[in-house]
């Protein structure tokens, strides 16, 4: 069925430093693959996003990675910073349907 | 451009009661789909409307009905309250097609 593992479920990081979120997706007709950030009291924001026929996308400090073959993809984030605490969603766009099935999400903590 | 507008932002309901949620897409947008959210489910989907048409459904109880207008604003019923379907319910409107879904700060419904 469709489905999307992410891990960790939370993630604690010192500030300046890289965090990384994973996941997994199953089934292989997905061809896009968003990430979300959600603050507290909002909707989901897209950061990031990225199409089966790309390995990997970077945007200023952020970057996704796509293995098409394993049916993973990670979120990578550099010089973290305190307004980078947020719950992280990956996400999964079943081909076909305009249905996104997303991940458990990241609650992310930057430590100052 | 203003963003997915939802209203209202907060309801509470009792159970047996019914409820409409709002909706009104990114201008020009013509697909919305609405995602139910709970901490122990997490973002799940509900159905997408395109043109006036629900085109996808997700696996929730017929007492989840939408509907969408000639101007692209959506609504979203739900009949019959349960305790169970206290949550954020969000919408996210797209141009269509495999393009990116920009989410509203949703609705939270608290059923008592």
């Known amino acids: 069925g469709e489905n999307v593992e992410q891990h960790p479920s939370t993630l604690s990081v010192q500030e300046g430093d890289s965090a990384v979120i994973k996941c997994t997706y199953s089934?292989?007709?997905?061809?896009?693959f968003p990430w979300y950030k959600q603050e507290l009291g909002k909707g989901p924001q897209l950061i990031i996003d990225?199409?089966?026929?790309?390995g990997e996308k970077k945007d200023q400090r952020i970057a996704v990675t796509l293995n098409k073959t394993a049916k993973h993809f990670s979120l990578h984030i550099t010089e973290t910073q305190p307004e980078d605490s947020a719950v992280y969603f990956c996400a999964a766009l079943i081909q076909g349907a305009q249905k996104l099935v997303f991940g458990q999400g990241t609650r992310l903590t930057i430590n100052p | 451009k203003a963003g997915v507008t939802q209203t209202p932002r907060y309801l509470i309901k009792t159970r047996g009661q019914q409820v409409t949620l709002s909706c009104s897409p990114i201008s020009g947008h013509r697909s919305v789909s609405w995602y139910q959210q709970t901490p122990g489910q997490g973002l799940q989907f509900l159905f997408e409307y395109f043109s006036e048409t629900q085109r996808n459904k997700g696996n929730f109880p017929g007492r989840f009905s939408g509907r969408q207008f000639s101007n692209s604003r959506s609504e979203m019923n739900v009949s019959t309250l349960e305790l169970g379907d206290s949550a954020l319910y969000l919408c996210?409107?797209?141009?269509?097609?495999?393009?990116?879904?920009?989410f509203g700060a949703g609705t939270r419904l608290s059923v008592l």
């Open positions: 990225i199409r089966s026929n790309v």
């Open positions: 996210a409107s797209s141009s269509g097609g495999q393009n990116i879904q920009y």
């Open positions: 089934d292989s007709a997905s061809n896009y």
